[in-house]
Structures are given as structure tokens and as C-alpha cells.
């Protein structure tokens, strides 16, 4: 059993930058690829980026390419997402999500475990 805990969400201008974290519990964190969902109201839960366990693979929806860079830090059991010249259109609960391997994968029914998601808006 793996429990995640967002943090870092809150509101910024267009442009601007957020860090979220996501804090894992457990002694196995290395052995989970992990990924970044969004959500935003009356839309489905997409991917934004996901890392394999240890750090070697990185994959990203294009929409956020050159803009959002998601790293690991398996010592301290934490994923992160940095978000660069943020858009209105990102606006949405940020959730993180933990697979067990061996395979790592943007669908969301692939992923085993969810954090409660941590709300990013970005104003005009």
C-alpha cells in the first residue's frame, strides 16, 4: 500500500512558475513509476507526465513539453513536478499517482494508488 500527499498547488498569474511535490509513504518508493494527472471542472482526468522508478525514463503529454519538467528524489520518497510559464488553460486539481512496475504507462487505469490532488489556477 502506497499514500500519496500533494502539496504546492495554489493561484498564479499566467506566466508564472509552481513546484508541486508529492510525498510517498513506504520503503519501496523506488520501486513505483509515478505520474502526474490533471483535472479540470467538466473535463476527464489526463496525463501530464510520468517517471519510472528510478528516474531514468521520463514521459510527457506534449501539450506541456518545454514547460513542465516532472524528477524524483527517491531518498526523500517524493515526485515533483516543476511548472514553467503556466497557461489558463492548466488550470486544474493536480493529482500524483504511483504504479507498480515493471512497465511505466500514461493511462490512468494503470496506476494502483492516487493522492487527494492539490488545485493549480492560473489567471489571465
Known amino acids: 500500500q502506497v499514500q500519496l500527499v500533494e502539496s504546492g498547488g495554489g493561484l498564479v498569474q499566467a506566466g508564472g512558475s509552481l513546484r508541486l511535490s508529492c510525498a510517498a509513504s513506504?520503503?519501496?518508493?523506488?520501486?513505483?513509476?509515478m505520474g502526474w494527472f490533471r483535472q479540470a471542472p467538466g473535463k476527464e482526468r489526463e496525463f501530464v507526465a510520468a517517471?519510472?522508478?528510478?528516474?531514468?525514463?521520463?514521459y510527457s503529454e506534449d501539450s506541456v513539453k518545454g514547460r513542465f519538467a516532472i524528477s524524483r528524489d527517491n531518498a526523500k520518497n517524493t515526485v515533483y513536478l516543476q511548472m514553467n510559464n503556466l497557461k489558463p488553460d492548466d488550470t486544474a486539481v493536480y493529482y500524483c499517482?504511483?504504479?507498480?512496475?515493471?512497465?511505466?504507462?500514461?493511462?490512468?487505469?494503470?496506476?494502483?494508488?492516487w493522492g487527494q490532488g492539490t488545485q493549480v489556477t492560473v489567471s489571465s
Open positions: 517517471i519510472s522508478g528510478r528516474g531514468h525514463i521520463v
Open positions: 513506504g520503503r519501496t518508493f523506488s520501486s513505483y513509476h
Open positions: 499517482a504511483a504504479k507498480a512496475s515493471p512497465l511505466l504507462q500514461t493511462m490512468k487505469g494503470q496506476y494502483d494508488f
